[in-house]
Structures are given as C-alpha cells and as structure tokens.
C-alpha cells in the first residue's frame, strides 16, 4: 500500500524584493491518506541566488557557458530525510538533472556551509559506494562518492535502499538559494554521465517504483501562477510521484509526446516541436526540433526570430542589461503564441507570458513596464519550455514509456 501525502506550508518570510520569493522557515502541517496510487508533496519557490542551472547546460556545452538568469531565476525546493533516523535536508527541484546528491559533515567551506549536511555515522541504514561523482551546472560544480540510504518524505514514507550522490566539495551557490543539495529527478539515462563508469543510477522515482511505493514509474508537477499578491501564492506547486491530479487538467485530458528524436537530447525529458505560429504566422522548422521540458529554467528560451515576431507589434520595448525584455504593462499589441508538437497546438496568451508586475518590473516616466517570460534561446538548445510555460501547463513525466505529458491547467 502507497501514502498520499497531503502537505499544507505556511511562510513566515514576508519580504518581496524583486523576484524575490522566499523559503525563509515554514511550518509545515501533513495529512496522511491511504492509497494504491501515488505520493504527492508540495513545493515551494525561491528566488534563485545562486548560479545553478540545470545539466544539460554544461553536457551541451562544455565550454561551461552559463544561461544569465539571475533577475529573473526561480528554483523549487522540497523537504526530505536521509537515514535511519532520518537527518533533514531541503533539496533544489531538478528535472534537468537525474542524480540526487547531498553535502557531506565536515566539507564546511568546501560546500558553502549548508544548513544541513549528511553524518553518515548517525545512520544504522547508510551504506558507502566506491562509485565515484561529479556533475556541473554551467558555472557551478559537486564532487564526491555514490552511497544508498533509506530516504523518508515529509516523515511519513520512507524508501530504503535508495541511491543518492554525497558531496564533499562543491560551489556553495545552493546555499544561497536556501537550499543543501539537488533532487535531480531527469530520466535514469542521464545518470550516467555522472560517474566515470557510466553506470546508470537509478533515481527517486525509479527506487519508489520498484520497491511499489508508487504503481507508475513517472511524476506529474503542477504549478499555482505567482501573482504576488499573497503570501499563498508563493507555495506554488506540488509534485505528484507515480500520477497526474486530473482535476487540475481542463478536461481531464493530458496529451502523450515520445521523447526526442534527436540524439543529443534523447536522455533528457524533451519532445519533438514542429513549428511555432506567432500571432497569424507560422515558423516552421527545416527539420524537428527538440524542446526541453525543464523546471530548472524559469524563462522560455526560443528562437531570436519568435522573440521579434512576438514583440514586432509593442511600440516601446525596454532590455535590462541581461537582455530580458520588458513591455508596458498595458501593451495590447502581443500576439499568442502557439507551440505545435507532434501536430498538438499548445497556446500562450500574452497574458500568460508576462510576469506580473507586483512581482517583477519597473517604470518609466510613470509608465509600470512588465518583464516577459521570453527569452532568446542560448547557441546550443533552440527550445526550453521552462516555468514561464509550465505554470499553464500540468505536466507528466513518465520514464516507463519514455515520454512527456501536458496538459492545459484549470485556471
């Protein structure tokens, strides 16, 4: 029999700066239900301090060229526990990576000094691995040994046996972030660019699988839109591991993508996109594209030609120096933008990527200018439907078919 966790946060922190979204302490109250079919858990989003950025940016490129994010940059954190008894640890949500990895006791500067850090001698379940780890996100870096341990979440399920990175050296970025380490929930595969062996290393989810924690091996994430204009709104999502919470979904309906085609992406949570239509005009591709489905990202990172199809319309377009755009908030010139993939229309309206301006933004001569999820995409990926897109979007990420789901949120 599985556990449905039902998981309510309260923030204490109420300072919003720009972007700025804060964990701060919370207390958390959880309900626990009987059931066959999933686990579901909260989490919470944070302004992004630090410079991680998913994986895929630094395999991709190894020059270790790093996305600029920091204005605009959220992560989402979650609460877990290692051990028996279980040692408390809050993790960065990741689905562009697949290794889960936590700092080791006594790596003090080496690590950034973390809130919480691992004692493996405090553990009676902890067993060391000689299988070595390191992983880099754009600029930033962890190093160490794999080990297995009895995870627990939110103090009610606990998965023995699972395998999980520990670090003793890295950045120290995460701490900034609020956060000890990297729950990296990608696909398997992708573990094993990880460790010198190449061996794949199974994660969370696969681990509830198996052991029938979870009756499917796939996770569904939901976002609530920030809106800024309460301190709910800053608990904005929730994972679901092993199933999707139709009742979020506008006719219950999720669509089914195969993952990429394209080889270099194939280990990652992607799909094959076949154009763009922008307004009343369509970009079609000379070939498929892959876009990357990655809550690691907050923008959406598309080509410099759907950006300026976007916004040829909006009479006073403003930069800042990281080159995210910024329109007047009452701009009715936007278009909507559709992404097709595998003959599925997906629609944005250009309500639905701008960022709300109590949450972000500035003004000139009195005019309130609003930031845009839209971003240029980096020389290496065409496509990243990252937070700006998913907060629309149910999506379902499923390693027994080897595919990605979404699904239109209710509003």
């Known amino acids: 029999m599985s556990i449905v966790v039902s998981t309510t ?8 700066r720009f972007l700025d979204i804060c964990l701060a302490a919370a207390a958390i109250t959880t309900h626990v239900f009987a059931d066959n079919q999933f686990v579901s858990l909260p989490f919470v989003a944070v302004d992004r301090k630090g410079v991680h950025t998913s994986a895929w940016n630094q395999r991709l490129d190894e020059s ?19 051990g028996t008894p279980p040692q408390p640890f809050t993790l960065l949500l990741d689905t562009g990576s697949s290794t889960t990895w936590v700092p080791m006791e006594g790596c003090g500067r080496f690590c950034g000094y973390p809130l919480h850090t691992l004692q493996p001698l405090e553990s009676s379940t902890f067993r060391s691995s000689s299988l070595l780890f390191s992983i880099r996100y754009g600029e930033g870096f962890s190093r160490g040994f794999y080990a297995e341990d009895t995870v627990t979440l939110n103090d009610a399920i606990s998965v023995p046996h699972t395998n999980f990175a520990v670090s003793n050296i890295n950045d120290g970025e995460l701490t900034r972030d609020g956060a000890d380490g990297i729950l990296g929930i990608g696909p398997d595969p992708l573990s094993r660019f990880n ?21 499917n091996n796939s996770f569904s994430i939901y976002f609530q839109p920030i809106n800024g204009t309460s301190l709910e709104s800053r608990i904005n999502g929730n994972i679901i591991f092993g199933g999707v919470d139709l009742d979020k979904v506008e006719d219950k309906q999720i669509t089914y993508f195969p993952s990429t085609s394209h080889q270099d992406y194939k280990d990652y ?9 922008v307004g009343n005009e369509t970009v079609n591709f000379d070939s498929v594209i892959p876009a990357l489905v990655d809550t690691g990202s907050t923008l959406i990172f598309v080509p410099k030609e759907i950006v300026e199809l976007a916004l040829s319309d909006v009479h006073d377009i403003r930069a800042d120096y990281m080159g995210q755009y910024l329109v007047p908030c009452d701009s009715k010139e936007l278009k909507p933008i559709t992404f097709n993939i595998a003959g599925t229309p997906l629609k944005l309206y250009p309500e639905e990527y701008i960022v709300p301006h109590t949450i972000a933004g500035g003004s000139v001569n009195g005019t309130p200018y609003c930031y845009t999820y839209l971003h240029e995409s980096p020389p290496y990926i065409d496509i990243i439907l990252g937070y700006g897109f998913l907060q629309q979007y149910v999506s379902v990420y499923d390693n027994e078919n080897n595919r990605v789901g979404l699904g239109r949120r209710i509003k």
Do not use: C, K, R
Request: charged fraction near 10%.
């Open 269 to 277: 949570w992607a799909a094959d996109m076949e154009s763009i239509i």
């Open 9 to 16: 946060l309260h923030p204490i922190e109420n300072d919003m």
């Open 195 to 215: 460790n010198p062996n190449q061996t794949i290393v199974p994660t969370l989810v696969t681990t509830m699988f198996e052991q029938g924690v979870i009756s």
């Open 64 to 82: 270790g060229v790093n996305v600029p994010l920091q204005n605009m940059d959220l992560a989402y954190l979650m609460n877990i526990s290692i």
